[in-house]
């Protein structure tokens, strides 16, 4: 029988079950007042663009292939959007004051119409050397973007440098500008 | 005439009924009605409110014109390579909608990825081929199906862990259990 051994007191492990609540308590605090970062990053940075060649997203504008950015040795913008896109239109006057600044943007539109686009650029500026069309979101999944809008700095090479995930803010600008420097 | 049961689950009655109980019981709810119907009112609008707020902001969750892609809702043609396709669809994660799986999401971006996933696997690639590209562009983080890698083998070690933990913490018992 187990009551062999001598009686003890509770001892220490009457508190364990207490013990874990607090426990369980403090990892549900940790969880509501740090929640976990939902941005999914890209983890093709550092690799170079994968091989697409896009139709033009604009009748004013050409569409966008992967080799055109291997041709310039200046770094370039590629900036992910669509008209659809709330984010898209508060970050148009950033990107167009970095396109004022000589910086060369490209655009990939997302399941976007062309009608669409064309009235998206009327209204919130054209900032963009070029625009592809990407209707199944080919180039997005190809480069590990997981949204609109989404700007990657890619290199002369044609190599992804960085990614800024979500809309380009005023305060985002020198920090944009200089991942462009680095990346020369 | 309504009976007692049919006080509680109908909706309340406004006139009279026979019998002494139940009729009793209709009073004191009809001393409630003001107050539910004044509740009523300030839910209503509340929900009108509520219902207001959300019609202005909905252009936040706007979404493309375009159809889905081919392949978001067409089931591919040969019923194996389409049962591969499933399984592997229901263990990527929706990027969008980052709990759910992409076979279970109606988000666009999850549907160009059923795609993606359903022409490959058409094209004679294999699943895990298929999401170790998605992995290279995402991380760990878009395969619901955990990777063996240095940083997990935790998950894997942790049940046999467990099972000798259990072990050694009974072993005990079993031998005295064969002692007595």
Known sequence: MSDATPKKGPGLA??????????????????????ADREVSSAFIGKPLPAFDLPPASDDRPGLATAQFKEGGKPRLLNVFASWCVPCKVEAPQLAALAQQGVEIDGVAIRDRKEDVAGFLAQYGNPF????????????????????PETFVVDGKGIIRYQ???DIRQEDIPLILRKLAEAQ | MGSTHSLRYTHLPRHSRGGGNPERRALRLRTWIPAFAGMTKVCLVTLVAALAALTLTAPLAAQDMLPPAPYAYKQLADPAQERKAQALMETLRC??????????????????????????????????????????????????????????????????????????????????????
């Open chain 2, 95 to 180: 990027l969008k909608c980052q709990s759910q799986s992409i076979a279970d999401s109606d988000a666009p971006m999850a549907g160009d990825m059923r795609h993606q996933v359903r022409t490959r696997i058409a094209a004679g690639e294999e699943p895990e081929a298929i999401r170790q590209w998605l992995i290279e562009r995402y991380g760990d983080y878009v395969s619901y199906t955990p990777q063996v890698k240095p940083i997990t083998w935790p998950l894997f070690a942790a049940p046999l862990l467990f099972l000798a933990l259990a072990a050694f913490l009974l072993r005990g018992r079993f031998r005295r259990r064969k002692g007595a």
């Open chain 1, 14 to 35: 009457v508190w364990l079950p207490l013990g874990l609540f607090a426990g369980f308590l403090a990892l549900v605090i940790v969880g509501l007042y740090w929640p």
């Open chain 1, 129 to 148: 050397k070029r625009i592809g069309k990407d209707d199944l979101s080919q180039v997005q999944l190809a480069i590990g973007s997981s949204g609109v």
């Open chain 1, 164 to 166: 800024h995930i979500g």
